[in-house]
């Protein structure tokens, strides 16, 4: 069965410094999305992505957060100066052409920032 | 392994009863809907979706039910299985929106 693959599992990095989470989408999905899990809460919207630019994003999505399609396969998310806050399970996903049909999700990346 | 959802609602069931979890959307105009099982440490898993000309949907042990007149959604499952024990997400989805909404989750520990 097709699986979204996200690496690192689990990063831990100093407060200020910037990370970039991995993710490879399922080959044949267009649509690539980026949510947030704080321990204890439920899942988040971060942003949605489709041909090349952001679709959508939420407000917790602000300037110190990029995402990039570098090539046909990954899609990235960078934080550019973490902060203490930034600490959460990331999770990628992504769906069909139809939007949302399959939204699959990947086992996240366990981000800590001390 | 991650501990999600300190202050979850719970729901305790004997291994081969039926359980049923439920959940309340927020949004009229919230046309898709999506059960998630999260297991400690991993990502959410698809379980079963429904759309919102249907009043219900079966898979394998699954069922999902929806109200649209009070915005009700719940998810049944037969013949509970140890395996079964996870957190459980409702997720909803409006029509041209790229996001899933998700709620809260409730707990779901099946007891041998």
């Known amino acids: 069965e097709p699986e979204v693959t996200q690496t690192p599992s689990h990063q831990v990095t100093q407060m200020g410094q910037e990370v970039i989470l991995r993710c490879v989408p399922i080959?044949?999905?267009?649509?690539f999305y980026w949510y947030r899990q704080i321990l204890g809460q439920k899942v988040e919207f971060l942003v949605s992505f489709y041909n090349n630019e952001i679709s959508e994003k939420s407000e917790i999505f602000d300037d110190q957060f990029s995402v990039e399609r570098p090539d046909g396969s990954n899609f990235t998310l960078k934080i550019r100066s973490t902060k203490l806050e930034d600490s959460a399970m990331y999770f990628c996903?992504?769906?069909?052409?139809?939007?949302?049909?399959?939204?699959?999700f990947g086992s996240g990346t366990r981000l800590t920032v001390v | 392994g991650e501990s999600v959802g300190l202050h979850l609602p719970t729901l305790s069931v004997q291994e081969g009863d039926n359980s049923i979890i439920n959940c309340a959307y927020s949004?009229?105009?919230?046309?898709?809907f999506i059960w998630y099982k999260q297991e400690s440490g991993k990502g959410p898993q698809f379980i079963i979706d429904i759309r919102s000309n249907m009043d219900k949907r079966q898979g394998q042990r699954v069922t999902v039910l929806l109200n649209k007149t009070v915005k009700h959604l719940s998810l049944q499952i037969a013949a509970t299985q140890p395996g079964d024990s996870a957190v459980y997400f409702c997720?909803?989805?409006?029509?041209?929106?790229?996001?899933?909404?998700f709620g809260q989750g409730t707990r779901l520990t099946i007891n041998p």
């Open positions: 996903a992504s769906s069909a052409l139809v939007t949302n049909y399959g939204y699959t």
């Open positions: 949004n009229s105009a919230s046309d898709y």
């Open positions: 080959s044949n999905h267009l649509y």
């Open positions: 997720a909803e989805n409006i029509g041209g929106a790229q996001k899933l909404v």
